[in-house]
């Protein structure tokens, strides 16, 4: 990572732990102890739904992060914080999805660091994110011109972060794009093709179809993927 990116890694996780605060109750917050390299205890408290911080403490000699050892649905950790510098904290993005029970995590840079984020019956867990996926009818005539290929997304929970591209068959034929959806929200994007993608396009003989499919992922939700032919 470039000084210039983590930079901007932590400004993020500054700017993104102030709104965290305002949000969540009173988990416990996961506190880094000054001297690397350990966690303040072992076991961190939280209600379900909640979103504790992450902390690195003014005098800490190290930078830490917040990663859990299980993987949710999207095969990326169940929660997560930001690397951080001693003097900033940043949410456990992730927690606010987590039933009961009791999860360990680690910190990614120093081997052996770890601790347990238990999470009590109490409260309700956030909807993790999940969303529909589907491409429309449109012509080939259309999309030609256009250089780009409608697809709907549909969200039925708050879903941040999501990224959608185009396949043809596994070749990557479209730049991803970025969106964010709240609950019950649907919104149709059009997805700009990459120059594989417009090659397809206009190999594409008259009166044939082009079978593509488009995908999806999520931070902390399911991914998603649906084929489709279109002429
Ligand atoms: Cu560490």
Redo the contacts with the bound molecule.
Sequence with gaps: MSGRLKLFTLLGAIALSGIAASNAAAADNVE?SPV??TFTTGAFFQDQGEIPDFINPADSD????VTSEGSGPDKGPIFESQTIFGGASSPINGAQYLGAGSYPFV?T??TG?SGDLVVEDKGTPAARPSLRLSIPSQSLKKIKKSGKVKVKVKASSQSNGVRVGLLKGKKKVSKQSKLNLSAGKSKTVPIKLNGAGRKAVKKVKKGKKLKLSASLTVPFGKPAKVNKSLR
């Design positions: 880094a690397c390299c190290a930078p830490h992060n910190c840079i120093h660091m």
